[in-house]
C-alpha cells in the first residue's frame, strides 16, 4: 500500500511539471517563428518589429492597408470575405512592398517575418479566390423536395 500511494505521488508529480513545461512552451509567444502567418496576437508582434525596423515604412499607405486587412481577416471574416477587387488588389501590392523592404532588413528575425507576409497574402488570396470561385445560391429557382405523409405503417 505504501509503495503504490508513492507511485501516484511520483506520478502526479512527474505528470505536473510535464504539463507546466508544456505550458510554459505553448504561451511563448516573443518569438517571431512561433506562428505560421500573421493571425490573432502576431501582427502585434509584426507591427512592434516593423516599428523598430523599418520607422518610416510603418507611416505610408501600403503599412496601412496591410494591416488593416489583417486586422479586418482576425475580427471579422464575413466583411474580410466581402472586400472590393480594388482593395484586394491594394492589399497585395502593400504585401508585395512589404516582402521587399523586409528583404533589404538584416537579420534571421526579418527573414521569419519576410515569410510570414508571403504566406499570410498567399494564404488570403486563396480565401478569396475561393470565394470567387464558388457559386451562390439562388433561392428563387431552388426545388424544394414535395413531403408528403406516409399512411400506413
Known sequence: MKYSFKSVIFAVTLGSFLISANIVKANDRD?????VILVKGAEVNFANFMSKK?????????WVIF???VKLYNNSP??????????KAAFNEAAGNIEAKLSKVR??????WKNKVVATANILNVLWNYQSNV??????NTVTP???EMLGR
Not at 464575413?78 to 482593395?87: C, G, N, Q, V, Y
Open 31 to 35: 518569438s517571431a517563428k512561433n506562428e
Open 54 to 62: 523599418a520607422k518610416k515604412f510603418v507611416k505610408t499607405e501600403d
Open 67 to 69: 494591416v488593416n486587412v
Open 78 to 87: 464575413a466583411k474580410f470575405m466581402a472586400l472590393s477587387s480594388d482593395k
Open 107 to 112: 537579420g534571421e528575425e526579418a527573414r521569419v
Open 135 to 140: 457559386e451562390p445560391t439562388d433561392t428563387e
Open 146 to 148: 414535395v413531403v408528403t
